[in-house]
């Protein structure tokens, strides 16, 4: 029994690396120039790349600021209603 | 001294036998052939093309915050689409979900095992997936009643017959694609519960996962214990390509934003680049200095960024087409076990072993 499935196995293994080898490929060099042409690109829309203006990162705002904001405001409205 | 066997099962043995070694030469003769056609088209290497690129400056990141909430280490984590919630897992059994902004849990459901290994927040925001050692892979709608009940409305949709490494929803709510230490990948219909595909062709557990991007097609990348890392049609259940150059376990694979090649990060201390249209590794991520496996890996929205999250509890910033370290990231107090990159690319997650999150930008 064990020798009927390692035969068909090994078929299986045959049938997939001919498949494997009938893979299209391109030369690395077309390859390579297509990845960096993308990279260029998309270079500018790259936030941890290139960064973006202060302030439009939500994460590069300190919560803790936001929080003093918050205190702000509700102490001047506060304020207004005594 | 004649042979025990008769005549007649004499004559079926001696085929069967020729059979095997002929298939085997066979095997070997094709997997010659696949290098060589391989090897003919490797004209340059990726960062001989790079040359002329402008090289990256210095990079300031660092945590923007910290999420602590998890008992113990954290194994998984996933961003919801609209770049602020996270869900998380861990060793505990505990899976959260985080507002990324302001830190907040929003919420908690405690599975009934532990080791949490997988976790993924489906396209429309409303529920999440995870599983582990229970084997299964189960869906959570996420209430707006924060008082209600999640572990009351679990869905039970994958189940394997060995730890659950890797889950993610494809492009919608309905299907789920899971990875096992059981050796295999396999789709699930989400409401039904139903098989849809399964995928077989590594020779040990199956560790991760990733979807191609969905302008690509119907297909995906797994990485296992085999060192393999295998390309697979979704339609079909069939292994397209397959590489295999790593030296121990592929722990994470990662497509490169464009489709057209992933990243891979595994225990022999590289990350890797392969190429889909070459059909071969284009690049290796390493340095004599780092030693440690590389447990989870991903990309910047340009591609030009291959974060690395290390077991020496580091992460390293690579040049993905200059193939150099531009950075070296220090806070976790033990292994980085997950990093994902934000839906808008704007910051990156990881998790770790010292029971929290960072996100950093």
């Known amino acids: 029994m064990t020798s009927n499935s390692s035969l068909s196995n090994m078929r299986r293994l045959v049938e997939q690396l001919k498949l494997e080898a009938s893979v299209e490929r391109i030369k690395i060099s077309q390859a390579a120039a297509e990845l960096q042409q993308y990279c260029l690109q998309n270079a500018s829309k790259d936030a941890l790349l290139v960064g973006v203006p202060t302030g439009s990162n939500p994460f590069r705002e300190p919560r803790s600021c936001k929080e003093i904001k918050r205190i702000f405001d509700l102490l001047q409205r506060k304020k207004t209603w005594t | ?361």
């Open chain 2, 1 to 361: 001294m004649r042979s025990p066997l008769s005549p007649e099962m004499a004559t079926q043995e001696v085929p069967l036998n020729e059979t095997l070694a002929h298939l085997k030469t066979e095997s070997e003769t094709l997997k010659l052939k696949l290098e060589e056609e391989r090897a003919k088209l490797h004209d340059v290497e990726l960062h001989q093309v790079a040359e002329k690129v402008e090289g990256l400056g210095q990079f300031v990141m660092k945590t923007r915050r910290t999420l602590k909430g998890h008992g113990n280490k954290v194994l998984c984590m996933d961003w919801c689409k609209d770049k602020r919630r996270i869900v998380s897992s861990s060793q505990d059994g505990k899976v959260i979900v985080w507002d990324a902004f302001t830190t907040n849990k929003e919420h908690a459901v405690t599975m009934p095992c532990t080791w949490v290994m997988a976790c993924a927040y489906a396209p429309s925001g409303c529920a999440v997936a995870c599983g582990g050692l229970d084997n299964k892979c189960s869906v959570y709608p996420l209430s707006l009643d924060k008082n209600e009940n999640l572990a009351a409305k679990k869905k039970s949709v994958a189940m394997h017959t060995n730890y659950l490494s890797a889950c993610s929803f494809t492009n919608s709510d309905m299907q789920i694609l899971t990875s096992s230490g059981d050796g295999t990948c396999a789709l699930w219909d989400v409401e039904s519960g139903q098989l849809l595909q399964s995928f077989h062709g590594h020779a040990a557990d199956v560790l991760c996962l990733d979807l191609a991007p969905s302008e690509t097609g119907n297909t995906f990348v797994s990485g296992g214990c085999d060192k393999k890392a295998n390309v697979w049609d979704m339609r079909s259940g069939q292994c397209i390509q397959s590489f295999e150059t790593h030296e121990s376990d592929i722990n994470s694979v990662r497509y490169y934003p464009s489709g057209d090649a992933f990243a891979s990060g595994s225990d022999d201390a590289t990350c890797r680049l392969y190429d889909l249209r070459a059909d071969r590794e284009v690049a290796i991520y390493s340095k004599e200095s780092i030693i440690f496996g590389v447990s989870s890996v991903d990309f910047s929205l340009s591609g030009r960024l291959l974060f690395g999250g290390y077991n020496d509890y580091t992460i390293n910033v690579w040049d993905v087409l200059k193939g150099t370290r531009v950075s070296i990231l220090f806070g976790h107090e033990n292994r980085v076990s997950t990093l994902r990159v934000s839906p808008d690319g704007t910051a990156f997650c990881t998790g770790s072993w010292d029971h929290t999150l960072r996100i950093w930008a």
